[in-house]
C-alpha cells in the first residue's frame, strides 16, 4: 500500500521536519519523496494495517494523506473516454462525448490531471471506450516501457470524477478549443483551457508527473483488476503494462477520492444526542 501526502504540502523546512518526527525517514530522503504541491509516495508498505496507522498518524498532524493500493495504477476498468468539447453552463460542466453528451454537477469533479501521453510499442489496453457504456456521474451528498526512441507522445488532461472510476481526457490534438475564442489547439490551448476550468470550477490540477514520486508505480503491478466491469465489455484476462500516464492519473485520481471522502466525513458534525 502506498502512503501518500498531497496538497497543500508547501514543501517548506518545518513540514519536512514534522515528517521526519512522525516517519523515522530523514529530512534529506524526505525532500527526494516529496515536492511542493503534488502527490508524493512517503512509504510504501505491504501491511494494509501498517499503512492506515502511519496514515492516522500522519493526517492527525495537519496533513492531507490517502492510502492507495498501487494496483490501481493496471486497474483497466478505470477507463479514460475521449473528450470532443466541452461547455461551461451555470450549473454544470457538459461534457460531449464521442457518443453522448452529459452534464456534470461542478461538485461532481473530483481533480484534473495534466500531463503527457506516450504512445508506440507499449501493449495497449484492447478495452473499448465507448462512451454509451458509462454511467452518469452523480455528485455525493454533501458535497515496462518502450525505448523512447519507439514512443511518441501527445498532451493530455484527464478529468476524474468523484463518485465513478471512468475518466473524461482531452487529448490536445484532437479536442475543439473553440470554448476558448482564439485558438490554435495543442499544448498551449490545453493549458489555457485547464487553467480556464480550475479558476471556474474550483477543482485541484495535478501537474506533477513529471516531478512526483507516484511515478515510480506506475509499471506493471500483476493482471488487471476486474471488480467492477463496465456492463457491455468483455474481461481482459491479458497482463498489460499500463500507459505511464494513464497509470499515474489512475494513482493520482484515487489519491484525491480518498482524501476528499476523509475530508467530508471529517467536518461532519456528530449525530444528535
Do not use: C
Request: charged share 25%.
Amino acid at each position: 500500500m502506498l502512503v501518500l501526502i498531497g496538497p497543500p504540502f508547501s514543501g517548506s523546512d518545518d513540514e519536512y521536519g514534522r515528517l521526519a518526527d512522525l516517519t523515522g525517514i530523514l529530512p534529506y530522503e524526505l525532500k527526494t519523496k516529496l515536492r511542493a504541491s503534488a502527490w508524493g509516495v512517503v512509504r510504501a508498505l505491504a501491511d494494509g494495517g501498517q499503512a492506515e496507522a502511519l496514515a492516522s498518524r500522519i493526517r492527525a498532524n495537519g496533513f492531507r494523506v490517502a492510502v492507495v493500493d498501487p494496483a490501481v495504477a493496471a486497474d483497466a476498468t478505470r477507463i479514460f473516454v475521449p473528450l470532443r468539447a466541452l461547455e461551461l453552463t451555470e450549473g454544470a460542466l457538459v461534457l460531449h462525448l464521442s457518443e453522448r453528451t452529459m452534464p456534470i454537477p461542478y461538485r461532481a469533479v473530483l481533480t484534473l490531471v495534466r500531463g503527457e501521453v506516450q504512445v508506440g510499442s507499449r501493449t495497449r489496453s484492447s478495452h473499448a471506450s465507448s462512451s454509451s457504456t458509462f454511467r452518469a456521474v452523480v455528485p455525493e451528498a454533501n458535497v515496462e516501457a518502450a525505448p523512447a526512441a519507439q514512443l511518441d507522445g501527445f498532451a493530455a488532461a484527464d478529468l476524474h470524477f468523484a463518485t465513478v472510476l471512468w475518466a473524461a481526457r482531452i487529448d490536445a490534438r484532437s479536442f475543439d478549443f473553440s470554448i476558448l475564442g482564439e485558438h490554435a489547439g495543442g499544448a498551449h490551448d490545453l493549458d489555457r483551457l485547464v487553467d480556464a476550468l480550475a479558476e471556474r470550477v474550483g477543482f485541484r490540477v495535478d501537474r506533477g508527473n513529471r516531478i512526483s514520486s507516484v511515478a515510480s508505480f506506475t509499471g506493471a503491478t500483476g493482471p488487471s483488476r476486474q471488480t467492477s466491469p463496465i456492463p457491455g465489455m468483455m474481461p481482459s484476462t491479458r497482463k498489460e503494462v499500463p500507459e505511464r500516464f494513464d497509470a499515474y492519473s489512475r494513482l493520482i485520481a484515487e489519491a484525491e477520492r480518498q482524501a476528499q471522502r476523509h475530508e467530508r466525513h471529517s467536518t461532519r458534525p456528530p449525530p444528535p444526542g
